[in-house]
């Protein structure tokens, strides 16, 4: 076991945040030998308990749960920044072309490297990923994954119709390989298989209805895909499928609404499609720098808490402008602000941070595995320098209450924040 001293926080599975200022964190191996929170709370009640534990102090920092990023792309992070109209134009001149290059086995695993190095730089230990349509993106995703013994999903992108050559795939050929990956990888580890459809427009009828089928097959796996991000998006959707009730009914259609069924955007939606996404357990991620970056448009958090269903934030890098959560949560506060029917301000600091830890967990189906530092949560977490740098020294040192040095680290913060990100091991048996 091994004890870790600093100021704590973590969440009720309500999403209230409990801080102690000086806590304790303890991190012991679990019946199958992987490290999980056997305590946590203030050092006063529980040092006494733990005196045989060696304890690392951490003198002015903050012990968090590590991030969770509900949606991004490992494949497009060298395209971050990428300038266009809409998204329509931004795939074709920008993203197809740079997926295309994820053929080669040596390219993926180069970019998937240096995707993971910065996901740590950030404090970021769980995303569920797209990679592309070729399976040499998913091997190196998940090879590097599990070396690094980090809890990640992904899955290899389907898209066999109004897609450039070098990213569409074969109908029948996607769904074999897909069934292949989801063998060699799902469960395997800490890494989980997520059957991934780029979007309704880009997948045949036979395409759609095949990956339901696997969806089925495999209760347990993800689907990941995107919908109502873009008015141009959402107008072609349902010209291609005259006969779903709106865009997101489509997926409905071919199984692909349930548990684990996690959507990017959710932006143009009405109350019916908030309810569907409620009757199915399906979960929205919220992408707000993308969303502000491509004009895409702003998520309803308001209907979203009326209906009640499930959601958490992503970065949507390289639609997204950053792997920092702290811009994530940001950005969700100012999207939060467009079509504020509530009283007061925006998002509270903590439920910014709840959406992007043990929230985003829960959505994903992942509530008490990851996300939070309960006992019995895996030990992922990140340690914060609330000093690292002189206007966050000096602001954060003003905080009357834990909601106003959440928000100084939230507006102030990126990843010189993070000072230090600590995964989970497997013990060696
Ligand atoms: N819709 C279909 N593909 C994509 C993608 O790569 N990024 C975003 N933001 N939306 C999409
Ligand atoms: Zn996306």
């Given at each position: 076991m091994q004890a870790y001293r600093a100021s704590l926080l973590r969440f009720d599975d309500a999403g209230q945040p409990l801080f102690d200022e000086d806590g304790l964190l303890v991190i012991g191996p679990d019946a199958r030998g992987r490290q999980v929170v056997v305590a946590a709370g203030a050092w006063s009640a529980l040092h006494a308990s733990y005196a045989e534990v060696p304890v690392t102090h951490w003198p002015g920092r903050i012990i968090a749960p590590g991030f969770v990023d509900m949606h991004i792309h490992f494949p497009q992070t060298d395209i971050?920044?990428?300038?266009?109209?809409?998204l329509l134009p931004w795939l074709e001149n920008y993203t197809f072309p740079a997926e295309s290059?994820?053929?080669?086995a040596g390219h993926s695993a180069e970019v998937a490297e240096f995707f993971f190095d910065e996901l740590m730089r950030n404090g970021v230990t769980t995303s569920l990923t797209f990679a592309t349509s070729h399976p040499a993106s998913v091997q190196a995703f998940f090879a590097s994954a599990q070396r690094r013994q980090l809890r990640m999903i992904s899955g290899k992108v389907l898209q066999d119709r109004h897609s450039p050559d070098g990213v569409r795939d074969d109908t029948e050929e996607s769904l074999v390989e897909t069934e292949t990956l989801i063998r060699q990888?799902?469960?395997?580890?800490?890494l989980g298989y997520a059957i991934t459809?780029?979007?309704?427009?880009?997948?045949?009828d036979a395409q759609l209805r095949g990956a339901g089928e696997l969806a089925a097959k495999y209760p347990d796996t993800w689907i990941h895909s995107h919908v109502a991000e873009n008015k141009d998006e959402v107008q072609w959707a349902r010209e291609l499928f005259?006969?779903?009730?709106s865009y997101l009914d489509v997926y409905t259609g071919f199984g692909?609404?349930?548990?684990r069924a996690v959507y990017a955007h959710?932006?143009?939606?009405?109350d019916a499609d908030r309810q569907l996404m409620r009757e199915t357990k399906t979960a929205s991620a919220v992408s707000p720098t993308s969303n502000l970056f491509l004009g895409s448009g702003f998520f309803d958090f308001d209907g979203a808490d009326r209906v009640g269903y499930r959601y958490g934030l992503a970065?949507?890098?390289?639609?997204?402008?950053?792997?920092s959560p702290f811009t994530t949560m940001m950005a969700a506060y100012y999207a939060g602000r467009?079509?504020?029917?509530?009283?007061?301000?925006?998002?509270?600091p903590s439920q910014l941070w709840w959406r992007h830890t043990g929230g985003a967990a829960q959505a994903l189906g992942l509530g008490g595995v990851i996300g939070n530092l309960q006992p019995?949560?895996?030990g992922d977490f990140v340690v914060i320098?609330?000093?690292?740098?002189p206007l966050l020294a000096r602001k954060t040192g003003l905080a009357q209450n834990l909601e106003e040095l959440l928000f100084s680290l939230i507006v102030?913060?990126?990843?010189?924040?993070?000072e230090r990100t600590m995964i989970s091991q497997a013990q060696a048996t």
């Open positions: 971050i920044g990428a300038p266009a109209e809409g290059r994820f053929v080669d990888w799902h469960n395997v580890d800490r459809p780029r979007f309704a427009p880009t997948s045949t005259p006969e779903a009730r692909l609404m349930r548990e959710c932006i143009h939606f009405d970065s949507d890098v390289g639609g997204g402008t950053s792997f467009e079509g504020q029917t509530k009283p007061g301000v925006s998002i509270a019995g949560c895996e320098n609330p000093t690292a740098t102030l913060g990126d990843d010189r924040l993070i």
